[in-house]
Every structure is written in structure tokens, then in C-alpha cells.
């Protein structure tokens, strides 16, 4: 079936620092990725949804200049926290539509990348 | 405004007895439901929707648009469903965009 890679699966920065995730999709293509934040026992927001070959779109609230998302490829999203602060300390989770076929509106999942940022 | 709520956050029941996990959603136009489920230390995956109107595991949920529902079932509940699950409600727009609920975590004791 259709599998997401999440790259890191930890990683810990200091404030100020920057931090790249990377989500991966393999063995198909996806032209949208989403980009979820799951706070402790909490549920997932969505942060943004990354397209292939144009600009992410953010849901209100979320700053796009602090959540870089860039999607350069059909199999390829990467997320980056810039200036990272304590508060960015959270569970990233990316996403991508399962490939044509297996249902359209099916995600497939990643399987997080958890940032503590010091 | 689109919303799931799931309104609890925990339901334990024992091996063998009902479960129901409720969900409730509001949404102005025609939406597409899911259930995913996460077992402890594993990802978030599909559990079912309700278009296929499928059985998975044993488990059920029938959309009912008067209730605005689509509450999850399971006659007979196993030690391993125990999990945390999320109802989610997909937009029928361009957007393929889902809106999670809370979760409820289900505890199958033994």
C-alpha cells in the first residue's frame, strides 16, 4: 500500500535555530501533502497543504513565514521551522492523498516528526 | 463552520461488551466521513469511511444526516482495539482537506 516517510523522527534544536522536516512519498506520486500539529492529547490542526510546483496554502492562524513549506517534487515536501522557539515544541505529521484508485479522498499518513526545541 | 466533536475523551469497557465511539459534525454542504485509528506507537492510518459502508475489524459506522452523526460500533470489543480514535470529516470541495476531531481514546480491558 501506499506508505509516507517522515524524516526526522525526533529532533531536538536550540531556540533561534531553524529545523527542516521532510515528508516523502513512496512508490507514488503526490501532488498534495498536508502538514498537521498534534499538541499533547490533543487532536491534529492542520497547518498547511503543500502543492506541487506552486505555493503552500496556510489555514488561518497558522504564519507562513515561520512554517516554510516547500513541495519541489511529486514525492517530496519538506517543512521548516525557522527561528524555532519553545512553543514550536510540538508533533509534526504529514500527509498525502492516496495515489489515484484507492480512494481520492484517503490520507495516508507519516509517521510524525516530534520537535523539542530547547 | 466545519466541526467534528467527538465529546469523550476516554471510554473503557470490558472484553466482550458493545462499544459505541460517538461523533457528531457540522458542515453546511454534502461531507464525506472517515475513521482512523492509532495503535499505540504507530501512525495514524484509515479505519473506514463511510462511503464504502464496509466493515473493518469488526467495526461499523453508518452516517446519519438527520443526527449529523457517524457514531462507530463494534458489537463484541477486543483487547486489541484498544487505541486512540479520530473521526474526520472531508470537504467536498477541491480542497481534499480533513477536519479531525478531539479523538477518544478506547480502552478494551481484559
Known amino acids: 500500500g501506499a506508505v509516507v516517510s517522515q524524516h526526522p523522527s525526533w529532533v531536538i534544536c536550540k531556540s533561534g535555530t531553524s529545523v527542516k522536516i521532510e515528508c516523502r512519498s513512496l512508490?507514488?506520486?503526490?501532488?498534495?501533502m498536508f502538514w498537521y500539529r498534534q499538541f499533547p492529547k490533543q487532536s491534529l490542526m492542520l497547518m498547511a497543504t503543500?502543492?506541487?510546483?506552486?505555493?503552500?496554502?496556510?489555514e488561518q492562524g497558522v504564519e507562513k513565514d515561520k512554517f516554510l513549506i516547500n513541495h519541489a517534487s511529486l514525492t517530496l515536501s519538506t517543512l521548516t521551522v525557522t527561528s524555532a522557539h519553545p512553543e514550536d515544541s510540538s508533533f509534526y505529521i504529514c500527509?498525502?492523498?492516496?495515489?489515484?484508485?484507492?480512494?481520492?479522498?484517503?490520507?495516508?499518513f507519516g509517521a510524525g516528526s516530534r520537535l523539542t526545541v530547547l | 463552520a466545519q466541526r467534528v466533536t467527538q465529546p469523550e475523551k476516554l471510554l473503557s469497557v470490558f472484553k466482550g461488551a458493545p462499544v459505541e465511539l460517538k461523533c457528531n459534525y457540522s458542515?453546511?454542504?454534502?461531507?464525506?466521513l472517515f475513521w482512523y485509528v492509532q495503535y499505540s506507537r504507530q501512525r495514524l492510518q484509515l479505519l473506514l469511511r463511510?462511503?464504502s459502508r464496509e466493515s473493518i475489524k469488526g467495526f461499523t459506522a453508518d452516517l446519519n444526516k438527520g443526527e449529523t452523526s457517524f457514531h462507530l460500533k463494534k458489537p463484541f470489543a477486543q483487547e486489541e482495539d484498544s487505541a486512540m480514535y479520530y473521526c474526520?470529516?472531508?470537504?467536498?470541495?477541491?480542497?481534499?482537506?480533513?477536519?479531525f476531531g478531539s479523538g477518544t481514546r478506547l480502552l478494551v480491558r481484559p
Open positions: 503543500s502543492n506541487e510546483g506552486s505555493k503552500a496554502t496556510y
Open positions: 512508490d507514488f506520486q503526490a501532488t498534495t
Open positions: 474526520a470529516l472531508n470537504r467536498m470541495d477541491s480542497s481534499y482537506k480533513l477536519i
Open positions: 458542515y453546511s454542504g454534502s461531507p464525506e
Open positions: 500527509s498525502a492523498r492516496a495515489p489515484r484508485g484507492s480512494g481520492a479522498n484517503v490520507l495516508t
Open positions: 463511510h462511503i
